[in-house]
Nanobody
Framework: QVQLVESGGGLVQAGGSLRLSCAAS????????MGWYRQAPGKQRELVAR???????NYADSVKGRFTISRDNAKNTVDLQMNSLKPEDTAVYYC????????????WGQGTQVTVSS
């Protein structure tokens, strides 16, 4: 099993910045693509950004140019730098990875709240 622990959420004004961090532990050899998802009240969980072990990235259109995902394979961490935050970025943000050896098996962190005030 892989355990994921997020940190760095909080309250920020629109236009501000936050940095989220996620640390993985446990069976880290199972870690594959790592990513950040978010879920706003009344909405489905959606992909924000993801990154492969080789550094290839994908972003949701809504965050392109504002958010940057990065990964440290040696430390088993993945960060999300969020700039120019908007009220619509308000959500619980979850760290995620899929299991390299089990198809469609995912691990999730407990989530961290990000609130952007207008």
């Amino acid at each position: 099993q892989v355990q994921l622990v997020e940190s760095g959420g909080g309250l920020v004004q629109a236009g501000g910045s936050l940095r989220l961090s996620c640390a993985a532990s446990g069976s880290i050899y199972r870690i594959n693509v790592m990513g950040w998802y978010r879920q706003a009240p009344g909405k489905q969980r959606e992909l924000v950004a993801r990154i492969t072990s080789g550094g290839s990235t994908n972003y949701a259109d809504s965050v392109k140019g504002r958010f940057t995902i990065s990964r440290d394979n040696a430390k088993n961490t993945v960060d999300l730098q969020m700039n120019s935050l908007k009220p619509e970025d308000t959500a619980v943000y979850y760290c995620n990875t899929d299991d390299k050896f089990r198809r469609s098996y995912y691990y999730w962190g407990q989530g961290t709240q990000v609130t952007v005030s207008s």
